[in-house]
């Protein structure tokens, strides 16, 4: 599984890369989005926009209580940004999307930057060993 994990992320980062080379910085995240969706199914890799997953707290469901931007062939999380730099926050907010979906690999990147290679952090929840 880690080392599927690791190929798949670098697949996605190359996705990534295609995408920004093309599109430049300066759209809106779902821009980015909608074409690295695109760019992976060129690469026959599958992946679900914008997939709702729910929370319970105290008995109560919440059906939308968050939305993945992207999880890619099931496992892995990718949460896109389009700001000026990336903070705490952002990497919180995939570690949490991690452990809610039960998930180990995440990536948070930012389209926002000159080249994508500095807007790129990896994230792990339990990773396999």
């Known amino acids: 599984m880690k080392e599927y994990l690791n190929k798949l992320s670098n697949e996605v980062i190359g996705a990534a890369i295609e995408v920004h080379q093309d599109l430049g910085p300066g ?3 779902s ?3 909608a074409s ?6 060129l690469r026959e890799i599958g992946s679900v926009r914008q997939l709702l997953l729910a ?5 109560l469901v919440i059906p939308d209580a968050y939305r993945i931007d ?5 496992c892995l999380v990718v949460e896109l940004k389009t700001v000026e730099a990336l903070v705490q926050i952002h990497s919180s907010q995939v570690l949490t999307y991690l452990r809610m979906s039960n998930n180990h690999l995440g990536l948070l990147i930012n389209f ?6 500095d807007g790129i952090k990896r994230l792990v929840h339990n990773f396999p060993s």
């Open 31 to 33: 821009s980015y989005e």
């Open 55 to 59: 929370i319970t707290n105290q008995g």
């Open 112 to 117: 926002r930057t000159v080249l994508l290679k």
């Open 70 to 74: 992207l999880l890619v062939e099931g």
């Open 36 to 41: 690295l969706q695109h760019e992976l199914s």
């Open 27 to 29: 759209l809106l995240e």
